[in-house]
């Protein structure tokens, strides 16, 4: 994984802006990922399944072409994400809750590791 990313920032396929933001250059991330990761080819060929709530908000599940879960995610009805969880090899590698109230704009993220 360290030497992924030190070669993503050696090429410039992470870097950062002149605002001092984190940006990333997708396609030469991705590829040098493959040269580490072989089998994450299957990135690109993921499906989708989508469950709509009746509060408008939605359920959102990204699968392996093996039908591994690799990704789940809750849509706000306003679009925001209220909970993602992502999987690597059947294991949870990052678990995200957020809540937003437009009125005081009040926001809360909780990000687990």
Do not use: W
Request: aromatic share 14%; hydrophobic share 30%.
């Amino acid at each position: 994984m360290m030497q992924c990313i030190a070669e993503c920032y050696e090429t410039g396929a992470y870097y950062i802006d002149e605002s001092g933001d984190f940006k990333k250059d997708a396609i030469l991330a991705n590829s040098i990922l493959q040269k580490y990761e072989p089998e994450l080819h299957y990135i690109g060929e993921a499906r989708f399944e989508v469950i709509n709530v009746p509060d408008g908000s939605q359920v959102i599940t990204k699968y392996h072409p093996h039908n591994r879960i690799l990704e789940t995610s809750v849509m706000g009805n306003k679009g925001n994400i209220q909970e993602l969880t992502r999987y690597f090899q059947g294991r949870v590698v990052e678990h995200r809750t957020s809540s937003y109230e437009v009125a005081d704009f009040y926001s809360y993220c909780c990000d687990e590791y």
